[in-house]
């Protein structure tokens, strides 16, 4: 069985997402496509593993001031960065909905669901997963997405990726929830807990928190209903909004799918 978790020292949740049997019995090759979070506490052997995978292209879905704030070490020149300076004073929007809220894991889950549901049509991450989806199009070496923590924004680019290249529906559900086993949560919680706590000016429980340090079916099915409402369909937003037509689906394939 194909081993998708890469165990880094200083990165979390850096995985292959390749490796799945399409609806017409191809399968995705593997070490071509990379998810993960961040790479700003990435050791000297993180550095070394990474150099060695070779990528042409990382897409960083991360704010300005995300980034700002957490700087990449992505090891060498060869890959091209791909990001998005829009909104560089924008607050992140899970603290200035948390900071109106009461709080709780019934409204921090609400707060996800509607996050996932602007993703798509965001101008921002619009963009950044429009240019990541031509980059699969074009690229020969391995390319790499990733936002923070790997798992919302980075969830949706996967699953768009996947379903360009013809991975059923049940699959992509399946990736996009690794992260719940990829990531040790419960070490993560404490952390997440107290940058929040610092950031916002409040206490904010754990278990108001848990909603957001994991993934959950129904955020991404919430993604894809968003574009199933205003699209049409999952295809349809690929061809219209992302520039992934037939003819880019059959070049994507033809590299990604053996």
Request: with cysteine.
């Amino acid at each position: 069985m194909m081993t998708r978790t890469w165990p880094l020292d200083g990165v979390v949740n850096f995985r292959d997402f390749g490796g799945y049997e399409t609806e017409d019995g191809g399968r995705v090759v593997a070490g071509q496509l990379f998810r993960s979070a961040h790479f700003a506490a990435a050791s000297a052997q993180d550095l070394e593993k990474l150099h060695a995978l070779g990528a042409q292209a990382v897409v960083d879905l991360r704010r300005p001031e995300e980034r700002e704030r957490e700087p990449n070490k992505w090891p060498g020149d060869r890959a091209h960065t791909i990001s998005n300076d829009e909104g560089q004073a924008e607050a992140p929007a899970h603290v200035a909905v948390m900071m109106q809220t009461d709080l709780t894991a019934e409204a921090v889950a609400h707060f996800m669901h509607t996050a996932y549901s602007h993703y798509p049509y965001e101008p921002r991450y619009h963009d950044l997963f429009r240019r990541f989806l031509q980059t699969l199009v074009a690229a020969e070496r391995p390319v790499v997405i990733h936002c923070a923590a790997g798992k919302d924004r980075t969830g949706v680019g996967c699953a768009l990726a996947l379903w360009a290249l013809g991975v059923p529906r049940d699959a992509i559900f399946a990736d996009y929830e690794l992260t719940n086993t990829a990531v040790d949560l419960d070490a993560r919680l404490p952390i997440v807990q107290a940058t929040m706590e610092e950031r916002m000016g409040r206490k904010v429980s754990a278990e108001a928190l848990r909603p957001m340090i994991g993934v959950r079916a129904d955020y991404l099915a919430a993604a894809l209903a968003a574009i199933d409402a205003r699209s049409g369909s999952v295809e349809r937003y690929l061809e219209t909004e992302m520039g992934i037509g037939a003819a880019e689906r059959a070049r994507l394939r033809a590299r990604l799918v053996a």
